[in-house]
């Protein structure tokens, strides 16, 4: 977690571990720390590395809910399950509009489901978070983690679909891993910390389990057991489905004379494009109109050197004014976009950035 000035307040982050199993609680009863290392699993990539819950069974297809910050690098990910047995993933789904993600692996072995309890907590609420951590010897080992705590806000205004926060202390490596409340029932999943502003105390955050049954509901190729073992799901006010079916068809291709795009964002400003790309180079596409032909076209018409390695993300304040872009390495660079200046360049993330988003006001950037 890192703290950047009217930067940086959110880190998404997990953590690479080795293959190694050593189970340690914090202040967690007897029968969650059973629970809670039965239900939940480690999530291995070649640069991303976390936690998942299992939340489903069909016949010997076993089904892992997990952040889709852990999942969302091209890798061939292995669920590490409690016996410590590894299982290559067979499917993977991002869940729309919130950072999870459902993962499917295929065992004969008889593995735990969490029970889901769908009924919103409240504000006192005991609460256990789990996930695998790395240990702070030498070795670095993964190890298994239940932390307790209270849930101090069921409410917070973050995006992806972050409204509980609570006291558990939580460590990089436990992205994806169980919120669990005082009957051993699956709440929510945990995902990021950040730093309450104006002081310097840290809170874990998590998306509520509702979140995830609200998906379920309209995924009908897949199987339905976990909506069975949950409380009725709870609708938010005047929600509808997404019934647009228009098409698209490819205008135009942007291409580079040395390296690729990696990242776009649109500024509705100016309807300029903006790409991140992976020479490390920021360009600017500005959008030209063909009156004889009726179209309009973008072409390069600035760039500059923005990052030593690859950018991978990048986002605009809601001004157009000011743009962030994040690289291999875990730098941030913010720019002015009138003069491209740069405002500010942001260390200390160990990992890649490999997403950014700013606040609706334009003063905090969040990063994945």
Do not use: C
């Not at 310097?200 to 995830?212: F, K, L, M, Q, T």
């Amino acid at each position: 977690m890192y703290l950047f000035s009217r930067s940086i307040i959110l880190s998404l982050s997990t953590t690479t571990v080795l293959s190694l199993f050593a189970p340690v609680t914090i202040a967690s009863p007897a029968v969650t720390k059973a629970i809670a290392q039965d239900v939940t699993v480690r999530i291995d990539g070649q640069s991303n590395q976390g936690s998942g819950v299992i939340v489903d069974r069909d016949q010997n297809s076993f089904y892992v809910l997990t952040n889709a910050h852990v999942v969302n690098q091209p890798s061939q990910y292995q669920i590490v399950t409690v016996d410590g047995m590894s299982h290559s993933v067979n499917r993977r789904l991002i869940i729309p509009g919130v950072d999870l993600a459902l993962l499917s692996f295929t065992s004969d072995r008889n593995y735990v489901v969490a029970v889901l309890n769908n009924s919103p907590p409240s504000v006192g609420d005991k609460l256990y978070v789990t996930g695998w951590p790395r240990s702070g010897g030498t070795l670095r080992q993964p190890i298994f983690v239940t932390t307790e705590g209270n849930l101090t806000e069921d409410n917070s205004v973050l995006p992806l679909g972050y409204s509980l926060s609570y006291s558990n202390l939580v460590r990089a490596g436990m992205s994806g891993g169980a919120i669990l409340d005082a009957q051993d029932k699956l709440i929510g999943i945990n995902g990021v910390v950040r730093l309450i502003d104006g002081s310097d105390r840290i809170i874990a955050s998590g998306i509520p389990i509702n979140a995830y049954l609200r998906w379920r509901a309209t995924e009908s190729d897949l199987p339905l057991t976990s909506l069975n073992k949950a409380q009725p799901i709870i609708n938010p006010p005047n929600s509808s489905t997404n019934s647009n079916s228009s098409s698209y068809t490819l205008t135009q291709t942007l291409a580079l004379p040395t390296g690729a795009v990696n990242s776009l964002a649109f500024n509705p400003i100016n309807q300029n494009i903006i790409s991140g790309n992976s020479n490390g180079t920021i360009s600017i596409w500005q959008q030209n109109k063909n009156k004889a032909q009726n179209r309009k076209s973008y072409q390069e018409f600035a760039h500059w050197q923005s990052h030593n390695t690859a950018i991978n993300a990048i986002a605009l304040t809601p001004d157009g004014k000011i743009l962030a872009s994040g690289d291999d390495r875990g730098v941030i660079q913010l720019f002015d976009l009138i003069n491209h200046q740069l405002l500010s360049s942001l260390t200390g993330h160990t990992d890649a950035i490999t997403g950014l988003v700013f606040s609706p006001d334009g003063q905090k950037v969040f990063y994945l």
